[in-house]
């Protein structure tokens, strides 16, 4: 069984100032982990990756992602927010099962950004 | 931008009645998922396909009803339509042998009054 858990329903933070969405993940094996982005009424992006490769993910827009197996953890970060920045952020595990990579979804960081 | 299109985008029915929605994509993915997002509860997985005619229930399976006959097609039935089932709803595609990750259309709101 997998399961990811995200601190936080809303972070709020200033323009200009470090953005840190947090992730903390359950997986009996070796997972794959993934940030998307969701901007008012659209599907989901993919910001980011981590595929058992290098541990820090960079993504696109600046974002970048720490994966630290001994803390379950693969928390998103930003070193400069920018208005645009405004959005809902989901973290995802995916790992093998029967054949099979279902993702999983962790409930949403609503990050807002204040001018 | 992955081939992904849902539709309706927009539904309003009324409860007790039966409602469809389609999730067409042109990337020949294997895999297919329908997925439910709620205000506090993220995306929550209702059934996948893992090929055609192949499928299997997720999370909050209960009240919905899936098929796919086609690669690219992968239906999501309301048999009877609740209050409860009022959401948005996502279709996704993947294919582990491509890639790692899941592509997302851009959803479809169901209102059910």
């Known amino acids: 069984a997998q399961s990811v858990t995200q601190l936080g329903s809303h972070v709020s933070v200033s323009e200009g100032a470090l953005v840190l969405l947090r992730c903390n993940y359950s997986?009996?094996?070796?997972?794959?982990l993934f940030w998307y982005v969701q901007y008012p009424n659209q599907g989901l992006q993919l910001l980011l990756k981590?595929?058992?490769?290098?541990?820090l993910v960079k993504g696109i827009n600046g974002f970048e992602a720490e994966f630290k197996k001994s803390e379950t953890s693969f928390h998103l970060t930003k070193p400069s927010a920018h208005m645009s920045d405004a959005a809902e952020y989901f973290c995802?595990?995916?790992?093998?099962?029967?054949?099979?990579?279902?993702?999983?979804f962790g409930r949403g960081t609503s990050l807002i950004v204040h001018p | 931008d992955a081939g992904i299109t849902q539709s309706p985008r927009h539904k309003v029915t009324e409860t007790g009645t039966p409602v469809t929605l389609r999730c067409h994509q042109t990337?020949?993915?294997?895999?297919m998922y329908w997925y439910r997002q709620d205000p506090g509860h993220g995306l929550r997985l209702i059934h996948y396909?893992?090929?055609?005619?192949?499928?299997d229930k997720g999370e909050v399976s209960d009240g919905y009803s899936v098929s796919r006959s086609k690669t690219e097609d992968f239906l999501l039935t309301l048999e009877s339509a609740t209050s409860s089932q009022t959401s948005v709803y996502f279709c996704a595609i993947s294919d582990p042998t491509v890639n790692t990750e899941a592509f997302f259309g851009q959803g479809t709101r169901l209102t059910v009054v």
């Open positions: 995802a595990v995916s790992a093998a099962s029967g054949g099979s990579y279902i993702p999983t």
């Open positions: 396909s893992y090929g055609v005619k192949d499928t």
């Open positions: 990337e020949n993915h294997r895999y």
């Open positions: 997986s009996s094996v070796p997972p794959y």
């Open positions: 981590y595929t058992s490769a290098a541990t």
